[in-house]
């Protein structure tokens, strides 16, 4: 994901963040069972898509915690 993907990321809403989550949580099973039965020929993608994956969780939780903060003031 490159530095404008991330940026990109930000932006986005929660919801969509979570859909955006889901999918790649589903992608990743789906390739995770494709390494282990030997049908995967690019193994790097399942370490991209857990980056990626990362990233997202890392997105929401700083929302999270923004809107922690804006509720206690």
């Known amino acids: 994901m490159k530095r404008k993907d991330i940026t990109e990321l930000r ?3 929660q919801t969509e963040l979570m859909k955006m989550q889901a999918d790649l949580q589903m992608e990743l099973a789906k390739i995770r069972m494709e390494r282990v039965a030997g049908k995967l020929a690019n193994t790097r993608l ?13 997105v929401l939780g700083q929302l999270a915690i923004a809107t922690e903060q804006k509720e206690t003031k």
């Not at 399942?46 to 890392?58: C, F, G, H, Q």
Request: a positive charge; zero cysteines.
């Open 11 to 13: 932006a986005k809403n």
């Open 46 to 58: 399942v370490a991209t898509l857990s980056d990626d994956l990362a990233r997202i969780k890392t």
